[in-house]
């Protein structure tokens, strides 16, 4: 049973335009949460994260956005560059754990 | 030089051999993990380590053992391989004392097949 899926396998954008990557969980007890990203070849480099008592947190072109009531969080690219082109994985901490949803592909078309 | 090592990068055995994949680290972290990556399961978590004293099994640890030798080094061994544990596995490292410790620190993983 997974407890954090991102139900979009991939997605592809043009260069410039947002891109919208979306993972939802079902533990209530979660209280932190993160992202991800990885390059092929490499392992995945953490990108930002937010704190469950939050709703939104930025980071230059990087926004996640935490939907408690929903159990739905959102990662927000504004502009995406085809340097952006990588598997984004969404991550879930509950107690010392982090529990990871199975990853979506973005591609980004110059 | 990459602050999280894994050696070797990548292997092919075969049924029923032993192997032993490992990660070294220079962050200073006490914290230590092994997690395996499957297509369309994402990562999942098989063993993790708090400091060298301390071993703790993961979501998915049957079939596999750990040894922390040290501070700085976390080995995985797969005692009789078998094809299903054919993956992509990843070493990950965290500062506990960093406010964010979830943020982990990954190796570039070693791709294991089991024929």
């Known amino acids: 049973d997974q407890q954090v899926k991102q139900n979009s396998p991939s997605l592809s954008v043009q260069e410039g335009r947002i891109s919208i990557l979306n993972c939802d969980y079902t533990?209530?007890?979660?209280?932190?949460f993160l992202w991800y990203k990885k390059y092929p070849a490499e392992g995945p480099t953490f990108l930002i994260s937010?704190?469950?008592?939050?709703d939104k947190n930025e980071d230059g072109r990087f926004t996640v956005f935490l939907n408690k009531s929903a159990k739905h969080l959102s990662l927000h690219i504004v502009p995406s560059q085809p340097g952006d082109s990588a598997v984004y994985f969404c991550a879930a901490r509950a107690g010392n754990k982090l529990v990871f949803g199975a990853g979506t592909i973005l591609r980004v078309k110059s | 030089d990459a602050d999280v090592t894994q050696t070797p990068r990548n292997r092919i055995t075969k049924t029923g051999k032993r192997i032993m994949l490992e990660c070294s680290q220079t962050k200073g972290h006490d914290r230590m993990y092994w997690y395996r990556q499957d297509p369309g399961l994402g990562l999942r978590l098989i063993y993790y380590s708090f400091d060298v004293k301390d071993i703790n099994k993961g979501e998915i640890s049957d079939g596999y053992s750990v040894s922390r030798q040290a501070q700085a080094k976390f080995s995985l061994s797969l005692e009789s391989a078998i094809p299903n544990q054919t993956a992509l596995y990843f070493c990950a490292t965290s500062d506990p004392r960093d406010r964010g410790r979830e943020k982990l620190f990954f190796g570039s993983g070693t791709q294991l097949s089991v024929l």
């Open positions: 937010i704190s469950s008592i939050k």
């Open positions: 533990n209530s007890m979660f209280d932190y």
